[in-house]
């Protein structure tokens, strides 16, 4: 069985080659090995967005075919709105009861944003709660691993805190004790011995290690047929201390993501004007590349430059080859090119790249109804999940009345 894998995207405008080289290209890659869940996170939008809705509804379907465009296979891949699934908002209801405040408030993001975003006012309790309404978007698909980068690592942690004082709260239940000894015995006495000391080793010394061998042990004797589904789920919460596992802790995935800066210099982002769009047109590609900063010290066409201080250095490093690099190398430093000159194997291969975005976005642009019937199929197998999850999480907390 293919491990599930779960991510989101705000839609807040066009999406821009930041978007794209940053997670949308590592979507693609995995729809193929990983059975993906990708949801437009317009609830999250109104975090920062609640006073300027029009942006969020008109971005929500634009941003749905710039992913269609980039390759995402709605034969491969679950594409949903979250904000169609209420169950999200019951998760995070729920949740929210028995998370601790100072959880939260320690999340390194929320004091940068707050920094950041000064011209708006985030002094919200969607704002300050946000990182759990993201841990309830991953719990409720159960998903395995959450495809992030280094700098996102923390919001999958508080995500893995989160199931775990979850399950710790409500993963027990009257007959716990009686429970696991009947699934330690469905193993056999040398099996559960194994496991018995890999919980030790790892509730004792922290051992990572020994948890992941008598996980392993576990899941193979699910897949042979010794144990059930439910006793497999109690041994691996018995393994970490806690009970049942109700909600899967999810891992992080680290991906491979190619950093662009904006054409300033400073972090590509669409609310400093600073953005190359995925389906903009070759003459605006054209025009924003020409006009990008570059080296301060080339204030004249003989003036050498120094190609790792400028921007336009960090495209060539995604977008040109290393003949291509070399070149500018040499020419940047002795001055033998111009910026202009520089620039245009950029532009040649920024161009070469969006082609087939804007071949496979105009089909959809012809035909709205099929984006929207996309996401119709993919909200309804979302919801399956969902609901799923949400009977057990009522079952686990004593709400099934």
């Given at each position: 069985m293919r491990s599930r894998v779960l991510s989101g995207m705000r839609p807040t405008g066009a999406l821009h080659l930041?978007?794209?080289h940053g997670a949308l290209k590592n979507w693609v890659r995995l729809q193929d090995?990983?059975?993906c869940f990708y949801f437009v996170a317009d609830w999250h939008a109104l975090t920062t967005h609640y006073e300027d809705r029009a942006v969020i509804e008109k971005s929500v379907y634009e941003m749905v075919i710039d992913w269609l465009a980039a390759g995402l296979d709605p034969e491969k891949a679950t594409l949903f709105i979250q904000s169609r699934l209420p169950e999200h908002a019951e998760l995070f209801t729920l949740l929210?009861?028995?998370t601790p405040l100072g959880w939260l408030e320690r999340m390194p993001t929320y004091k940068d944003q707050i920094e950041k975003l000064k011209d708006k006012d985030l002094a919200t309790y969607g704002f300050l709660g946000y990182p759990l309404?993201?841990?309830a978007d991953i719990l409720i698909y159960r998903a395995s691993h959450v495809p992030v980068g280094e700098d996102q690592a923390a919001h999958v942690e508080i995500t893995r805190e989160v199931a775990r004082r979850f399950n710790h709260l409500y993963g027990r239940?009257?007959?716990h004790a009686e429970q696991v000894a009947a699934a330690l015995a469905a193993l056999g006495k040398d099996d559960a011995r194994y496991v018995e000391k890999q919980r030790k080793a790892y509730g004792q010394d922290g051992n990572a290690e020994a948890l992941a061998k008598g996980e392993a042990l576990v899941r193979k004797a699910q897949n042979a047929g010794t144990l059930t589904a439910d006793q497999t789920e109690l041994l691996l919460g018995h393994l970490k201390g806690s009970g049942k596992s109700v909600l899967t802790e999810p891992g992080v995935l680290l991906t491979e993501t190619s950093k662009l800066p904006g054409l300033d210099g400073d972090k590509m982002s669409k609310s400093r004007g600073n953005t190359v769009a995925m389906r903009d047109e070759p003459a605006v590609v054209t025009q924003k590349v020409r006009g990008m900063k570059t080296d301060p010290a080339r204030a004249r066409r003989t003036d050498p430059g120094t190609p790792e201080k400028c921007p336009v250095w960090e495209f060539h490093k995604v977008y040109t080859d290393a003949d291509t690099r070399a070149?500018?190398?040499?020419?940047?430093?002795?001055?033998g090119i111009g910026c202009l000159d520089c620039k245009q194997p950029v532009i040649d291969a920024i161009l070469r790249e969006q082609q087939p975005w804007r071949d496979r976005a105009e089909a959809y642009l012809a035909n709205p109804k099929q984006?929207?019937?996309i996401v119709?199929?993919?909200?309804?197998?979302?919801?399956?999940v969902a609901r799923q999850t949400m009977k057990d999480v009522r079952e686990a907390m004593g709400l099934n009345y």
């Open positions: 930041g978007h794209y090995d990983h059975d929210a009861m028995g309404l993201q841990a239940a009257a007959d070149w500018v190398q040499q020419g940047c430093t002795s001055a984006v929207h019937w119709e199929m993919g909200t309804e197998r979302a919801r399956t």
